[in-house]
C-alpha cells in the first residue's frame, strides 16, 4: 500500500488512476471529510483519495472511466 500527503505526488497518482471507475466511499455528515474510491476490476489495488475541508457536494456519486 502507498500512503502520500505530499500535494506534489497526487497528480501523479491520479494520473496512473485514470480511466478507472470512482465512487463516493464515505463522509462525514459536515463534509469535513469525504473519501473517494478509485478502482477497477480485475485489478487488485484499488485508490483511496480523502479530501479534507470540503464545503459542499454536488452531482453524481459514482462514476465510471474517470
Not at 20 to 43: C, D, I, Q, T
Request: overall charge neutral.
Amino acid at each position: 500500500m502507498e500512503y502520500t500527503d505530499d500535494p506534489d505526488r497526487v497528480p501523479a497518482l491520479l494520473s496512473e488512476h485514470q480511466g478507472w471507475a470512482a465512487m463516493l466511499w464515505k463522509f462525514s455528515p459536515s463534509l469535513r471529510r469525504l473519501v473517494l474510491r478509485m478502482y477497477r476490476f480485475p485489478e487488485a489495488r484499488e485508490l483511496y483519495v480523502l479530501c479534507v475541508g470540503c464545503q459542499t457536494i454536488a452531482g453524481s456519486f459514482d462514476w465510471k472511466n474517470v
